[in-house]
Each structure stands twice: as C-alpha cells, then as structure tokens.
C-alpha cells in the first residue's frame, strides 16, 4: 500500500520535472546568442552644435535606423556590429534593430556620464599615487588634462592623504 502510494506522490514529480528540464534547455542558448545592442551620444565634431550616435553590438549587414525629434537616419551595422551617425539638433535619440529598440539617451545625459567616469578615474589615480608615496603629485604624462578627471585627482589625492599619511 505504501508503495503505491510513493508511486503515485513522486512518478508525477519525476516526470515533470524531466519535461520542464527539457523545455529549459533550448531557451538559454538561443537567449545567450542575441547580441545586446548598446547606443552612445557624443558632441559631433563634424557638425556644429550636433552630436553623433554609436550604435554598437547590432547585428553585421542589419539594418538600423537612429530616430531622434528633428530627423531620422539608416544604414547597415558594418561587420563589426557597428553604427555610426551624425545629427544637427541636439534631441533624445532611439535606435532600432529589428524588434530591439533602445533609448540613446540625450547629449547632456552622455556628458554628465563621461564627466562622472573622468572625475572617477581621476580620484582613483589620485588615491593611488598619494597612497604609494604621500605626495600630492599633478597628473603625469598629460598635454590636456581633463578638469573632471584633475577634480577627481585632486581629490583622490587628498583623501588618500588623510587615510594613509598621517
């Protein structure tokens, strides 16, 4: 009578869990193939009061199209996966590829990004240079310092002053 019964609790379990393992398997290589498309916004140097777009991790030889409020732009992503545009007016900017549509973000947006990696990297080889010697020292090797990355650096600097040289 026991016998039966576990027969009857655990055959189901077993058997369903073979078929929901089987049904997972073809679902993450499939997912894991997708590419994962990203978009940057940068001051254009090409056009005057404009900015460029790059979209990169698109599929080779697939159309994109870049919108953005005053116009929209298409091309092929080159072997590479890559696109690249150039715009007048500053706007919000989505590109698309197919079913997958991204937000490019605005030009704002991408500097205040780019100024906060600056200050980033810049407090972070403050830190280690005062760290190995506790000196403040100025960026080394650079014609134009970036003022983001010297704020960062200095600091950096400071602060490791404080912690490791006392």
Avoid: W
């Avoid at 900017?93 to 947006?109: E, F, H, L, N």
């Amino acid at each position: 009578m026991k016998r039966r019964m576990r027969l009857a609790v655990v055959g189901p379990l077993a058997v369903s869990s073979l078929a929901l393992g089987a049904l997972a398997l073809p679902v993450g290589p499939a997912h894991a193939a997708t590419p994962s498309m990203t978009c940057s916004l940068s001051d254009s140097t090409a056009i005057p009061g404009g900015f460029d777009v790059l979209v990169k991790g698109a599929k080779p030889g697939v159309k994109v199209q870049v919108k953005e409020p005053h116009g929209s732009a298409s091309g092929t992503a080159d072997a590479n996966g890559e696109f690249k545009f150039g715009f007048g007016p500053r706007g919000p900017a989505t590109a698309t590829q197919g079913k997958t549509k991204i937000s490019c973000g605005t030009v704002s947006q991408a500097n205040q990004h780019d100024a906060q990696a600056q200050y980033s990297k810049g407090f972070r080889q403050g830190l280690a240079d005062t760290k190995a010697d506790c000196k403040k020292q100025p960026p080394q090797g650079l014609t134009a310092v970036d003022p983001n990355f010297e704020k960062g650096y200095n600091a950096g600097a400071a602060a490791g002053l404080a912690k490791f040289c006392k």
